[in-house]
C-alpha cells in the first residue's frame, strides 16, 4: 500500500533573496547568508527519517542554477561568465531570481492524480506551472522532465505539462500544494479511491480574495487540473482559501491544512466558507472522515505562519495508525506545542506520534516539511515501474550525502551568485547526480 513522498534535494544555490511576496519567511530574511550544504543535509536527514518510519521515500533533483538561458531571453550574450558578470552589475534582483533553487518545494512542482481516480487508470501528474512568482516560471520546464525520468513508463503515468500562462482562461497553478486527497480509511495509496479537495486564492466568482498579498491558485487552474485526469466530479470540492489567511502570510492552502487517509487536520480559519467546505467533505468521504480543527484561540494566523505547524507531513505509518512530522519552531512554541499534545492524545484520532525535524534553512524562505515533498500515492505495479534509481535506500542515502557534501558550498551570499565558478559546480553537481539517479539528460547544459 504504498505512498511515496518525494522530497526536492536542496540546489547548490540555495539563498535567501526575498522573492516571494506574500511569504512573511522569504521577505523577513532577505540577504541572510545561506548555508546550501547545511541545507540539502538537512533535508536528507528529514527523508531519513521517513524513511525510518517505514514510509517510502523518493527524490526529485533540484534545478539548473543560475539559469543562463533564462539570461539569454532576456537579451543577454556572451560567454556563461560574461553574462554574470553584466547582470550583476545591472539586475542583481533578476541573478538572484535565476538563481533560486525554489524548485526544492515540490509540493509546487504538480498536482499528482492516482489510477485509482483517474478515468484511464494511470497516474497522472499535472506539472504546476507557478506563474504568480517570475523566479518559478522557470520551474516548470524541467520539473517536467524530471517526473518523466522519475515515472517513465507511459502506460501506468502521464506527464502532463504545465497549464498556459497566457490562456483565455485565467490559470495560475501552485500544485499540490494546494491540492488534498483523502480516502475512507488511513489507507492514502493509489489504490484506495480519493476525494480530491482543491483550494484556490481567487476565482471569477469570488466575493470577497486578499487585499494585501496575491492569491496564487486560481479556481479555473484546479478545475482544468481534475478535468486532464477526468476525475468523478461528484469526487471533487473546490473550496476557496480565507482571504484573511492569505493576508496573514498563508500563500497556500498546505501552510494552513493537511490531510491523508481519512484524517483531516486544519485550522478554523482555512476556507472562506468553513461550514460548507467542510460538510462537503464529510458527504464525499463518508463519516469515517476525521477532521481536526484548530481555533483561534488555540493558535492564531500568526502563529500558524511562523511555527508552520500545518506544514507538517501527515504520515500513514505500516500499523495504519499517523505520524506527524512537524517543523522543530513547533516544538519551541509552547502553544503550538500544546495545541499537538492535545490532538495527540484525542483519542477520537488516530494519530499516534509527532516528529520534530530542523530543516531551518528551507524554512528561512517559507518552505516546511510538506512543502518539501512531493506525495505520489501508487498501488504496488505502479511502484515497481517506478525509476527504481530515484528511490531512497540506506546506499542512496549514503551517497548522496557524499554528493553534497563534495559539490555544495557552506555559505553563500548575493555577491557570490555572479561567481562563474559557482556555475560550474553547480553543473558538475547535477551532471553527477543525473547518473546517481539514472535520469538521462534532463537539463539544458546537458541538451
Ligand atoms: O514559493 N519560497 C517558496 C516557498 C514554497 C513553499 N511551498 C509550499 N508551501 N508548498 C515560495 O514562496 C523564497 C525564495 C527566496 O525568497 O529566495 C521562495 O521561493
Same mark, same amino acid.
Request: aromatic share 6%; glycine share 6%.
Given at each position: 500500500?504504498?505512498?511515496?513522498?518525494?522530497?526536492?534535494?536542496?540546489?547548490?544555490?540555495?539563498?535567501?533573496?526575498?522573492?516571494?511576496?506574500?511569504?512573511?519567511?522569504?521577505?523577513?530574511?532577505?540577504?541572510?547568508?545561506?548555508?546550501?550544504?547545511?541545507?540539502?543535509?538537512?533535508?536528507?536527514?528529514?527523508?531519513?527519517?521517513?524513511?525510518?518510519?517505514?514510509?517510502?521515500?523518493?527524490?526529485?533533483?533540484?534545478?539548473?542554477?543560475?539559469?543562463?538561458?533564462?539570461?539569454?531571453?532576456?537579451?543577454?550574450?556572451?560567454?556563461?561568465?560574461?553574462?554574470?558578470?553584466? %547582470? #550583476? &552589475?545591472?539586475?542583481?534582483?533578476?541573478? $538572484? *531570481?535565476?538563481?533560486? +533553487?525554489?524548485?526544492?518545494?515540490? @509540493?509546487?512542482? !504538480?498536482?499528482?492524480?492516482?489510477?485509482?481516480?483517474?478515468?484511464?487508470?494511470?497516474?497522472?501528474?499535472?506539472?504546476?506551472?507557478?506563474?504568480?512568482?517570475?523566479?518559478?516560471?522557470?520551474?516548470?520546464?524541467?520539473?517536467?522532465?524530471?517526473?518523466?525520468?522519475?515515472?517513465?513508463?507511459?502506460?501506468?503515468?502521464?506527464?502532463?505539462?504545465?497549464?498556459?500562462?497566457?490562456?483565455?482562461?485565467?490559470?495560475?497553478?501552485?500544485?499540490?500544494?494546494?491540492?488534498?486527497?483523502?480516502?475512507?480509511?488511513?489507507?492514502?495509496?493509489?489504490?484506495?479511491?480519493?476525494?480530491?479537495?482543491?483550494?484556490?486564492?481567487?476565482?471569477?466568482?469570488?466575493?470577497?480574495?486578499?487585499?494585501?498579498?496575491?492569491?496564487?491558485?486560481?479556481?479555473?487552474?484546479?478545475?482544468? %487540473? #481534475? &478535468?486532464?485526469?477526468?476525475?468523478?466530479? $461528484? *469526487?471533487?470540492?473546490? +473550496?476557496?482559501?480565507?482571504?484573511? @489567511?492569505?493576508? !496573514?502570510?498563508?500563500?497556500?492552502?498546505?501552510?494552513?491544512?493537511?490531510?491523508?487517509?481519512?484524517?483531516?487536520?486544519?485550522?478554523?480559519?482555512?476556507?472562506?466558507?468553513?461550514?460548507?467546505?467542510?460538510?462537503?467533505?464529510?458527504?464525499?468521504?463518508?463519516?469515517?472522515?476525521?477532521?481536526?480543527?484548530?481555533?483561534?484561540?488555540?493558535?492564531?494566523?500568526?502563529?500558524?505562519?511562523?511555527?508552520?505547524?500545518?506544514?507538517?507531513?501527515?504520515?500513514?505509518?505500516?500499523?495504519?495508525?499517523?505520524?506527524?512530522?512537524?517543523?522543530?519552531?513547533?516544538?519551541?512554541?509552547?502553544?503550538?506545542?500544546?495545541?499537538?499534545?492535545?490532538?495527540?492524545?484525542?483519542?477520537?484520532?488516530?494519530?499516534?506520534?509527532?516528529?520534530?525535524?530542523?530543516?531551518?534553512?528551507?524554512?528561512?524562505?517559507?518552505?516546511?516539511?510538506?512543502?518539501? *515533498?512531493?506525495?505520489?500515492?501508487?498501488?504496488?505495479?505502479?511502484?515497481?515501474?517506478?525509476?527504481?534509481?530515484?528511490?531512497?535506500?540506506?546506499?542512496?542515502?549514503?551517497?548522496?550525502?557524499?554528493?553534497?557534501?563534495?559539490?555544495?558550498?557552506?555559505?553563500?551570499?548575493?555577491?557570490?551568485?555572479?561567481?562563474?565558478?559557482?556555475?560550474?559546480?553547480?553543473?558538475?553537481?547535477?551532471?553527477?547526480?543525473?547518473?546517481?539517479?539514472?535520469?538521462?539528460?534532463?537539463?539544458?547544459?546537458?541538451?
Amino acid at each position: 500500500m504504498p505512498e511515496v513522498n518525494f522530497d526536492g534535494l536542496i540546489g547548490p544555490t540555495h539563498s535567501y533573496a526575498g522573492l516571494s511576496y506574500g511569504n512573511v519567511a522569504s521577505s523577513k530574511n532577505q540577504g541572510a547568508l545561506s548555508n546550501p550544504r547545511a541545507a540539502a543535509l538537512q533535508g536528507l536527514a528529514k527523508m531519513e527519517a521517513v524513511a525510518a518510519l517505514g514510509v517510502l521515500q523518493g527524490v526529485l533533483p533540484p534545478h539548473e542554477r543560475p539559469h543562463v538561458p533564462t539570461l539569454r531571453a532576456h537579451g543577454y550574450s556572451g560567454s556563461d561568465a560574461e553574462i554574470l558578470a553584466l %547582470v #550583476a &552589475q545591472e539586475n542583481s534582483v533578476l541573478l $538572484a *531570481r535565476v538563481s533560486s +533553487a525554489s524548485a526544492m518545494w515540490t @509540493a509546487n512542482a !504538480a498536482t499528482v492524480l492516482p489510477s485509482a481516480d483517474t478515468a484511464d487508470g494511470r497516474t497522472h501528474f499535472v506539472t504546476a506551472n507557478l506563474r504568480a512568482m517570475f523566479h518559478r516560471t522557470i520551474e516548470p520546464v524541467v520539473t517536467a522532465r524530471a517526473l518523466e525520468a522519475t515515472f517513465q513508463n507511459p502506460a501506468r503515468f502521464a506527464v502532463h505539462e504545465a497549464l498556459p500562462s497566457n490562456s483565455s482562461d485565467d490559470y495560475g497553478d501552485e500544485g499540490a500544494a494546494n491540492h488534498t486527497r483523502l480516502t475512507a480509511s488511513s489507507d492514502n495509496s493509489g489504490d484506495a479511491r480519493g476525494v480530491h479537495l482543491f483550494v484556490y486564492g481567487a476565482a471569477q466568482s469570488s466575493t470577497r480574495t486578499p487585499a494585501r498579498f496575491p492569491a496564487r491558485q486560481t479556481r479555473s487552474a484546479s478545475e482544468r %487540473v #481534475a &478535468q486532464l485526469a477526468r476525475l468523478d466530479p $461528484a *469526487r471533487c470540492v473546490f +473550496a476557496q482559501q480565507n482571504a484573511d @489567511a492569505i493576508d !496573514a502570510g498563508v500563500f497556500h492552502n498546505d501552510v494552513i491544512c493537511v490531510g491523508n487517509g481519512n484524517a483531516l487536520f486544519c485550522h478554523e480559519d482555512a476556507f472562506e466558507t468553513r461550514e460548507a467546505t467542510l460538510n462537503a467533505l464529510r458527504a464525499a468521504v463518508g463519516e469515517t472522515l476525521t477532521i481536526i480543527e484548530l481555533t483561534r484561540e488555540e493558535i492564531t494566523l500568526e502563529e500558524v505562519v511562523k511555527s508552520y505547524l500545518f506544514n507538517s507531513q501527515l504520515l500513514t505509518l505500516p500499523d495504519h495508525t499517523m505520524a506527524l512530522l512537524c517543523p522543530i519552531e513547533c516544538a519551541e512554541n509552547p502553544r503550538v506545542k500544546a495545541a499537538i499534545d492535545r490532538v495527540l492524545a484525542d483519542s477520537g484520532t488516530s494519530l499516534s506520534r509527532a516528529i520534530f525535524m530542523d530543516v531551518r534553512e528551507s524554512m528561512r524562505n517559507g518552505g516546511g516539511p510538506a512543502c518539501l *515533498r512531493l506525495r505520489v500515492p501508487l498501488s504496488d505495479a505502479d511502484l515497481r515501474a517506478v525509476n527504481q534509481e530515484t528511490l531512497l535506500t540506506p546506499a542512496k542515502l549514503a551517497a548522496l550525502r557524499v554528493w553534497v557534501n563534495t559539490h555544495y558550498r557552506e555559505t553563500l551570499h548575493a555577491d557570490d551568485l555572479a561567481d562563474p565558478a559557482l556555475l560550474r559546480e553547480s553543473r558538475s553537481a547535477l551532471d553527477e547526480l543525473t547518473r546517481l539517479l539514472a535520469l538521462g539528460n534532463i537539463y539544458d547544459f546537458q541538451r
